[in-house]
Structures are given as structure tokens and as C-alpha cells.
């Protein structure tokens, strides 16, 4: 129990950085009715932030394919992204293609909603 009787709430950090995981550690230890978890230990809620760069272990695209990607969410057309990446529209359609296959996606729009569903890009 806290200081004031009612019960804590027990949070757990699960932080990819290790330098955000110590400052939230600090500021949230000092907040009255919360303690952190030990680890291993069940919590009622838990503080999670993943790095963005990682992306799930079964979908594989390459830096280019994520600048693509990025840029088709964006609504950009194969010609902006050629102009904006500096590369041709013949290669970006390329991209744009493998990008489809590797998120089993029917075009480009359920492409980018694939990505944002499994983490690899957010909206």
C-alpha cells in the first residue's frame, strides 16, 4: 500500500533503450501509488517501446524498400518517390513490387496497412 492506503500500481518497463528505461525509471519511481516491477514479477500494466528500426523477424526489407514504403504512406506517387530518392521510376515500381510480395499485400494501399499492422512502419 502507498502513503495514502490505496494500493500501488505496479508497473514493468520493457524499453529497447536503455538510456529512456533508466529515465522513465527515475521519474516514475518518484510518482506516488506506482512501483516498478522486479523483474519477472507480474504488473497490472506494462510501459512498452520498441526501437522502430527493428522489424519483425519474419518480414525482411531492405533500407530502400523502407524509404519506398515510407514514402508511398505518405500518399507519393512512383514518380515522387523516383524524384525524391533519386532513382528511376522503373526502379522504384521495383521496389513497389517486392514490397507487395514481401507483405502479401494485393497493392499499395493494403501494403502500407500490412506495415503498420506488423510494426514496420507507423502512421
Known amino acids: 500500500m502507498s502513503a495514502n492506503n490505496s494500493p ?3 508497473l514493468a518497463l520493457e524499453i529497447d533503450d536503455p538510456a529512456l528505461a533508466d529515465r522513465l525509471a527515475k521519474l516514475l519511481g518518484s510518482v506516488a501509488g506506482i512501483r516498478l ?3 519477472g514479477e507480474p504488473a497490472a500494466a ?3 517501446a520498441r526501437d522502430p528500426r527493428v522489424m519483425p523477424d519474419d ?3 531492405t533500407q530502400r524498400e ?3 514504403l515510407a514514402l ?3 500518399g507519393a506517387s512512383n514518380k515522387m518517390i523516383a524524384r525524391q530518392l533519386g532513382i528511376s521510376v522503373h526502379t522504384v515500381k521495383f521496389h513497389v513490387g517486392s514490397l507487395l510480395d514481401k507483405l502479401d499485400a494485393t497493392g499499395r494501399t493494403d501494403a502500407v496497412a500490412h506495415a503498420a499492422r506488423r ?3 507507423e502512421l
Do not use: N, S
Request: hydrophobic share 70%; glycine share 4%.
Open 119 to 121: 510494426g514496420v512502419i
Open 59 to 61: 518480414i525482411a526489407l
Open 37 to 39: 516491477a522486479a523483474p
Open 8 to 10: 500501488e500500481v505496479v
Open 72 to 74: 508511398m504512406a505518405e
Open 46 to 48: 506494462t510501459v512498452v
Open 66 to 68: 523502407l524509404d519506398v
